[in-house]
């Protein structure tokens, strides 16, 4: 997958995704790269940008019923247009309205699992919250709860309270965003239940428009920034089998790997089970 040839300014370059300027709009196309702990790995997942692309945009029109998102009418119409000579970034494409992102992601976790769940053994909270004693592992939260990070450009992001978070966005738009997430987590987790996936927890962004209106954007429960797990087998008390880049995780913590640049490259099975992974997250949420 190449971006190269496209005849617009590209003005942004992360982890996955790269941004190219339209006036008062993006395009963002999604490409293949994998990261973990926040190291982009040498070769990537084959159509991963396409799934990822896929199911961000199928929730996007879900979440449209609780909050304006990034995307303009007609969107999927525009985007073939856009790129009618570039037929091979299509559906890894999304067209998006230009907003300043808001400087916090904003977690919501129903499950005790992955840094929560360390930080659940080492202090017997979940950050700022307190929790029941004797709590296992991929245990169900009493109740959902966020907890934004900051979004460190480089390295790695770290947790903040609800209040620092509110005095970082202000009081106002604080609450905006909090009710939009557990709203949001709400919609993702019962969708899930329903096509036999448990969404332990995921993280959503913010962005403005000039006059302070508050919308989704960047990605929205997918697998890049989602933890799935299947609902068939689950049993708190051990790690869940994930429909998401964990897999890479796992495997990359068996390497003696100090978790610096660069990455060590995927074996071809690595690579074949992620892609099932991402794959079979689509085919259940999308039943296609």
């Not at 856009?82 to 499950?111: C, N």
């Not at 017997?124 to 919250?129: D, H, P, Q, S, V």
């Not at 995921?202 to 990605?219: A, H």
Request: hydrophobic residues 35%; contains cysteine.
């Amino acid at each position: 997958m190449t971006v190269e040839g496209l005849p617009f300014k590209r003005i942004a370059k992360g982890k996955v995704r790269e941004n190219f300027d339209l006036g008062d709009e993006m395009l963002i196309v999604a490409t293949d790269r994998i990261s973990a702990f926040d190291v982009i790995l040498p070769n990537g997942i084959p159509g991963k940008g396409i799934l990822l692309t896929q199911i961000s945009l199928w929730w996007f029109e879900q979440a449209k019923n609780i909050m304006p998102v990034h995307l303009p009418e007609n969107h999927n119409e525009r985007v073939r247009e856009l790129l009618k000579d570039f037929p091979h970034l299509v559906d890894r494409s999304m067209i998006v309205k230009k907003l300043k992102p808001m400087p916090i992601e904003a977690i919501m976790r129903g499950y005790l699992a992955g840094s929560g769940w360390k930080e659940y053994k080492n202090t017997g909270k979940l950050f700022e919250f307190e929790l029941p004693k004797n709590m296992l592992e991929s245990q169900k939260l009493p109740d959902p709860l966020f907890t934004p990070t900051t979004k460190a450009a480089e390295g790695h992001d770290m947790p903040i309270t609800n209040e620092e978070c509110s005095k970082l966005l202000g009081s106002e738009i604080f609450s905006q965003i909090k009710s939009a997430a557990q709203k949001l987590y709400a919609m993702g987790a019962k969708k899930a239940s329903e096509c036999g996936l448990i969404l332990a927890d995921t993280k959503f962004e913010f962005g403005t428009d000039k006059d302070g209106k508050v919308y989704l954007i960047d990605e929205v429960l997918t697998p890049d920034s989602s933890r799935y797990w299947p609902s068939e087998g689950y049993a708190a008390g051990k790690p869940q089998p994930s429909f998401d880049k964990q897999y890479v995780r796992d495997w990359l913590e068996t390497l003696d790997w100090n978790k610096q640049y660069p990455g060590p490259e995927l074996p071809l099975e690595v690579i074949a089970n992620t892609i099932k992974c991402y794959s079979t997250a689509l085919e259940k949420l999308m039943g296609r």
